[in-house]
């Protein structure tokens, strides 16, 4: 079976591209995103049966687990995967916060790790940590993180984080499964070791047949198994050629401007899955279309996932299917309301053939 998900715009939203987590090359938003309206994304997810909501971390977005923490309060099933910068907080603090949104959520939270790829944005944050000293903190962290869960007195004696007698007063129930992102060798080893879920950016399915192999191989070694997602952004409609008219008018929504400043900051950033977004695209507003549906024209200006199944409801059905390997999908469109009702009703309803369930 397959899990869906969707994503909250905590930066805003409206109908055009924008930025996912920093405010620079944003798009404007006409909705801002008070808990009103992403509470009103979040049960439309709900309602289409969505699994999860993913909400990002960055310097332009709302703190996910503070807003999540209320949105939780206006759904009743969904669960929050909130994202979370390893090395910006203790993990003997995460776990608590954790316990705390697990006891108010009723057990629907799930944890996305971002290391994070923009020096820029990292020092802004206090971080000097370079590439791969971040995923070795990153691996401690996780490790310093699910023995906090355990509930019981440990001490930890590591490069980055030193614990002494750490841990919950009590186990934690329902413990977050971990979802992990990264494409950088430093990445690939600490989700084979620690991850639950391996997150990928939408490429041609080949490549990520590729990167599925290459994961299991990983994960194998070290005794574990891994479930696999996929980040990619849906423009469905009842026929190809709708569907391609709405891909051309967000296109022509991305000032040339604004397309140029994207550009330039992807450039800078020491993130491989951001290199190979950014390669799928090469800066230019010509081949687009780099396989069947998919469509390189948002990671123009979004940072992170860059690509977008286009077609109709038959064919993303077809082309999410042939993602061999994937269990899980997190599928976004703008605007996110709107777009939820729309994806839910093409794609995950049960004549779609793809049923969705929970994660």
């Given at each position: 079976?397959?899990?869906?998900?969707?994503?909250?715009?905590?930066?805003?939203?409206?109908?055009q591209?924008?930025?996912?987590?920093?405010?620079?090359?944003?798009?404007?938003?006409?909705?801002?995103?008070?808990?009103?309206?992403?509470?009103?994304?979040?049960?439309a997810?709900?309602?289409?049966?969505?699994?999860?909501?993913?909400?990002?971390?960055?310097?332009?977005?709302?703190?996910?687990?503070?807003?999540?923490?209320?949105?939780?309060?206006?759904?009743?099933?969904?669960?929050?995967?909130?994202?979370?910068?390893?090395g910006?907080?203790?993990?003997?603090?995460?776990?608590?916060?954790?316990?705390?949104?697990?006891?108010?959520?009723?057990?629907?939270?799930?944890?996305?790790?971002?290391?994070?790829?923009?020096?820029?944005?990292?020092?802004?944050?206090?971080?000097?940590?370079?590439?791969?000293?971040?995923?070795?903190r990153?691996?401690?962290?996780?490790?310093?993180?699910?023995?906090?869960w355990?509930?019981?007195?440990?001490?930890?004696?590591?490069d980055?984080?030193?614990?002494?007698?750490?841990?919950?007063?009590?186990?934690?129930?329902?413990?977050?499964?971990?979802?992990?992102?990264?494409?950088?060798?430093?990445?690939?080893?600490?989700?084979?070791?620690?991850?639950?879920?391996y997150?990928?950016?939408?490429?041609?399915?080949?490549?990520?047949?590729?990167?599925?192999?290459?994961?299991?191989?990983?994960?194998?070694?070290?005794?574990?198994?891994?479930?696999?997602?996929?980040?990619?952004?849906?423009?469905?409609?009842?026929d190809?050629d709708?569907?391609?008219?709405e891909?051309?008018?967000?296109?022509?929504g991305?000032?040339?401007?604004?397309?140029?400043?994207?550009?330039?900051?992807?450039?800078?950033?020491?993130?491989?899955?951001?290199?190979?977004?950014?390669?799928?695209?090469?800066?230019?507003?010509?081949?687009?279309?780099?396989?069947?549906n998919?469509?390189?024209?948002?990671?123009?200006?979004?940072e992170?996932?860059?690509?977008?199944?286009?077609?109709?409801p038959?064919?993303?059905?077809?082309?999410?299917?042939?993602y061999?390997g994937?269990?899980e999908?997190?599928l976004s469109?703008?605007?996110?309301?709107?777009?939820?009702?729309?994806?839910?009703?093409?794609?995950?309803?049960?004549?779609?053939?793809?049923?969705?369930?929970?994660?």
């Amino acid at each position: 079976m397959t899990t869906f998900h969707w994503f909250l715009p905590t930066t805003g939203d409206g109908d055009q591209v924008g930025a996912a987590t920093v405010a620079a090359g944003a798009a404007t938003h006409v909705r801002t995103p008070t808990v009103a309206y992403l509470s009103e994304v979040a049960r439309a997810a709900e309602e289409a049966g969505f699994a999860s909501v993913l909400t990002p971390v960055g310097a332009g977005c709302l703190d996910p687990l503070v807003m999540c923490t209320a949105i939780a309060q206006h759904t009743t099933t969904l669960r929050m995967l909130v994202a979370f910068r390893a090395g910006f907080t203790l993990p003997t603090l995460l776990a608590q916060q954790a316990e705390a949104f697990q006891w108010i959520s009723g057990g629907r939270l799930a944890l996305n790790v971002v290391t994070g790829g923009d020096q820029q944005e990292q020092r802004a944050y206090g971080d000097f940590v370079e590439h791969d000293g971040r995923y070795a903190r990153t691996a401690e962290y996780l490790q310093v993180l699910r023995n906090t869960w355990k509930g019981e007195r440990f001490d930890f004696h590591g490069d980055y984080y030193h614990i002494e007698c750490g841990g919950l007063g009590t186990p934690l129930a329902d413990v977050p499964p971990i979802y992990f992102g990264g494409a950088s060798p430093a990445a690939e080893d600490v989700a084979a070791q620690h991850a639950d879920v391996y997150l990928m950016w939408g490429e041609p399915p080949a490549a990520i047949a590729e990167r599925v192999a290459r994961m299991r191989a990983k994960a194998a070694a070290h005794g574990r198994t891994l479930r696999f997602g996929l980040r990619v952004h849906v423009i469905v409609r009842d026929d190809a050629d709708q569907a391609w008219a709405e891909a051309d008018r967000l296109l022509r929504g991305m000032d040339p401007a604004r397309i140029a400043a994207a550009q330039a900051r992807f450039a800078r950033m020491d993130s491989v899955g951001q290199a190979r977004m950014t390669a799928l695209n090469a800066g230019t507003t010509d081949g687009l279309v780099i396989a069947p549906n998919l469509w390189a024209g948002v990671g123009l200006v979004r940072e992170g996932a860059g690509t977008a199944l286009v077609g109709s409801p038959a064919e993303i059905r077809q082309r999410l299917a042939e993602y061999e390997g994937v269990d899980e999908f997190i599928l976004s469109g703008w605007p996110h309301l709107e777009e939820a009702h729309r994806v839910g009703a093409a794609v995950l309803s049960r004549r779609s053939g793809l049923t969705p369930v929970p994660a």
